[in-house]
Structure formats: C-alpha cells, structure tokens
Nanobody
Framework: QVQLVESGGGLVQAGGSLRLSCAAS????????MGWFRQAPGKEREFVAA????????YYTDSVKGRFTISRDNAKNTVYLQMNSLNPEDTAVYYC???????????????WGQGTQVTVSS
C-alpha cells in the first residue's frame, strides 16, 4: 500500500503561482512513478503530469507544458507540482497518483491521494 497526502492548494489570482506537494508513505517511494491529475467541476478527471521513479523523465499534458513542472525528492518521499502562469481554466481539485509503471500512472494509477483544491480567480 501507498498512502498519498497532497498539500499546497489554495486561492490564487490569474498569473500567479502555487506549488503542490504530495507526501507518500508505505511502500518504497523511490520505486514508484508519480503523477498529478485534476478534475474541474462537471468534467472528467484528466492527466496533468508524471515523473519516472528516478526523475529522469517527465510528461505533461499539452495545456500545462511550459507552465507546470513536476519534480520529486526521493529522500523526502515527496513529489511536487510547481504551477506558474495560472489561469482560471486551471481551477480544479488536484490529485496525486502513484504506480509502479510510468505508463499506467498516466492513465489508471493504482494509488490516489484525497485531492487538494486549486482555485484561480480572474
């Protein structure tokens, strides 16, 4: 089992920045690929970003490329999502996810956090 706890959400004005954190516990964190998803009101949950266990490779959905950066600190069992140039379309509940496969973590991860709300005002 892997337990994931997100933090760092909040209210920010358009053009601002936030950094989300996801603390993992349980099984060996460094063996897991990690990802972030988001779900806006009335919409399906969508993939945002993912990172391999080593941090060597990252993946992003097109709408956040150049604005969001995913990173991880295996010594702290934590993955981050730095979000810059936020706009109201980024408003959503953001979920941390984990899976042993970098392919699966981008589609149907085995582990989920509870989510953290990000609201971007115009």
């Amino acid at each position: 089992q892997v337990q994931l706890v997100e933090s760092g959400g909040g209210l920010v004005q358009a053009g601002g920045s936030l950094r989300l954190s996801c603390a993992a516990s349980g099984r060996t964190f460094s063996r897991f690929a990690m990802g972030w998803f988001r779900q806006a009101p009335g919409k399906e949950r969508e993939f945002v970003a993912a990172i391999t266990w080593s941090g060597a490779n990252t993946y992003y959905t097109d709408s956040v490329k150049g604005r969001f950066t995913i990173s991880r600190d295996n010594a702290k069992n934590t993955v981050y999502l730095q979000m810059n140039s936020l706009n109201p379309e980024d408003t959503a509940v953001y979920y941390c996810a984990a899976d042993q496969s970098i392919v699966v973590v981008r589609s149907r991860p085995g582990y989920w956090g509870q989510g953290t709300q990000v609201t971007v005002s115009s």
